[in-house]
């Protein structure tokens, strides 16, 4: 489990907008290895109390993903759904898109469609058979795929009861929300200037439809739930901590 959400976190570095839209791009040929060299950069890490939720039993859990960015953030992200059905731990994913993209690399529809039959299509075996099938969840149902327009409009997540319930509504019958991504994180904690101290728990404003987590890399000058002196610390070590990337949260709350 680990693993896979180290992947998928650190897939959150290859994102158009953090490079002006140049291409940014997975170049480290065995990213579990990365992962494992990356560890020392995530400066709160809840994988062991996600993995404790989704390790018992519950038939039929339904596990959403909220994506962030297409390209290998989205194949890290489907890998992580991969292992969630496969291994039992979920019985459906639903991933969360975007009707357009609000920053540069936000998935939509057409992204997912794409980035499944180039797969399907690849001349590389391994990755026909995973996209082929990935292509047999999406026509099982045991995948889908929808885009909402509430993640494109003007609202933090905590106004989501009464600006879209039935989003809401929908998001509540999940055993576990994954967000991913900088532009999720900020509009969960309202992108507003919390102390770093300040609790996740706290910075949801009562957002809290289902048990969730946030997967992200530091591209903006907000975190929370950091431990005291931690953010001092970091700044000492690296000046732009809070906005190249280098560093991540994977932080949860139910």
């Known amino acids: 489990m680990r693993c896979v959400v180290q992947v998928a976190l650190w897939g ?3 994102d158009l907008s953090i490079s002006a839209g140049a291409s940014n791009y997975q170049t480290d040929v065995n990213p579990i290895a990365q992962a494992t060299v990356l560890q020392r950069y995530v400066l709160c890490d809840d994988t062991s109390q ?23 953030e989205l194949f890290t992200d489907l890998c992580l759904a991969n292992f969630l059905v496969s291994s039992g731990t979920a019985s459906r994913v639903r991933f969360r898109g975007k009707l357009i993209p609000w920053f540069v690399s936000d998935v939509t529809a057409t ?8 797969l399907a299509t690849s001349s590389t075996t391994a990755l026909c058979q995973l996209g082929q099938r990935w ?17 494109t409009l003007p609202h933090d997540y905590a106004s989501m009861k009464s600006v879209a319930k039935d989003l809401y509504d929908d998001l509540a019958t ?16 309202g992108d507003l200037a919390w102390p770093t101290t300040t609790a ?5 404003c009562g957002f809290m439809p289902a048990p969730l987590c946030c997967v992200r890399t530091l591209k903006c000058d907000l975190a929370v739930g950091l431990a005291e002196g931690q953010a001092e610390s970091t700044r000492a070590q690296h000046a732009d901590w809070m906005i190249d990337g280098s560093y991540a949260v994977i932080q949860f709350n139910m």
């Open 12 to 14: 959150n570095k290859c």
């Open 50 to 72: 996600i993995w404790q939720l989704l390790s018992s039993p519950k038939p039929g859990r339904c596990v959403d993903i909220v994506l962030d960015n297409a390209g290998f």
């Open 111 to 118: 992204d997912w469609r794409w980035s499944l039959d180039q």
């Open 135 to 151: 292509q047999q969840y999406l026509s099982d149902g045991v995948w889908q795929f929808s885009a909402h327009p509430f993640w």
């Open 174 to 189: 999940a055993g576990l929300v994954i967000f991913k991504g900088d532009l999720n994180y900020r509009k969960l904690v």
């Open 200 to 204: 996740f728990s706290v910075a949801l």
